[in-house]
């Protein structure tokens, strides 16, 4: 099946910096990923739908000035935690639409 | 809006026992179905979808579901467990013309004691 890779895979950053993860189709082009954050023993709940060459729908109650993301290629979308707080803490997932959709491994953020 | 309703929170169960997992989802119009698989510390893995057709559905690792639309249902069954498939299972269920974009329920916590 089609991979999509995270990276980083775990990042532990001080409250008030930023952290970008990325997410890379690796074996086919994505006009559209998505970005779900999955708190522990929880759901993934989406957060955002990330398209190529605009900006991102964002789900009601995420806040698009500090969850950035972009999407300028077929094959890369970026998440920012911008000014990150301890409440940011989370594992967040992408996945890239193709023929079904198909998820990154997650990436760890822990925010000190 | 849709939504995904996922009966159990944790399921216990004797390896060989049989499983079923109870999934309910509202939204008005045409969806497609998903099953997620998480083992502790991977990733998402899909065990099977149904977009069309015939309403049960095989996945894989012996894993079936079948779509009951007049109940809004998707439940995940398998005959015999084991202890291989403790794991976190996630309903999901996408419109039909959205593609990619998932709306996941609760998730159920299956523990399979060996």
């Known amino acids: 099946g089609a991979v999509v890779s995270q990276h980083p895979s775990w990042v532990i950053c001080k409250s008030g910096t930023s952290v970008k993860i990325e997410c890379r189709s690796l074996d086919f082009q994505a006009t559209t990923m998505f970005w779900y954050r999955q708190f522990p023993k929880q759901s993934l709940m989406l957060m955002a739908t990330s398209n190529e060459g605009s900006k991102a729908t964002y789900e009601q109650g995420v806040e698009k000035d500090k969850f950035l993301i972009n999407h300028a290629s077929l094959t890369l979308s970026t998440l920012t935690v911008t000014s990150a707080h301890p409440e940011d803490s989370s594992f967040y997932i992408c996945?890239?639409?193709?023929?079904?959709?198909?998820f990154g491994p997650g990436t760890r953020l822990t925010v000190l | 809006a849709q939504s995904v309703s996922q009966h159990n929170h944790h399921v216990i169960l004797s390896e060989a026992a049989s499983l079923e997992l109870g999934c309910n989802y509202s939204?008005?119009?045409?969806?497609?179905l998903f099953w997620y698989v998480q083992y502790p510390g991977q990733h998402l893995q899909l065990l099977l979808k149904?977009?069309?057709?015939?309403?049960l559905v095989k996945g894989i690792k012996g894993f079936e579901a079948e779509f009951i639309k007049s109940k809004f249902s998707f439940n995940l069954r398998k005959p015999s467990v084991q202890w291989s498939d403790t794991a976190e299972y996630f309903c999901?269920?996408?419109?039909?013309?959205?593609?990619?974009?998932?709306?996941f329920g609760q998730g159920t916590e299956l523990s399979v004691k060996p």
């Open positions: 939204y008005g119009g045409t969806v497609n």
């Open positions: 996945s890239a639409a193709g023929a079904q959709a198909y």
């Open positions: 149904y977009f069309s057709g015939d309403p």
């Open positions: 999901a269920v996408s419109s039909y013309n959205q593609g990619g974009k998932l709306i």
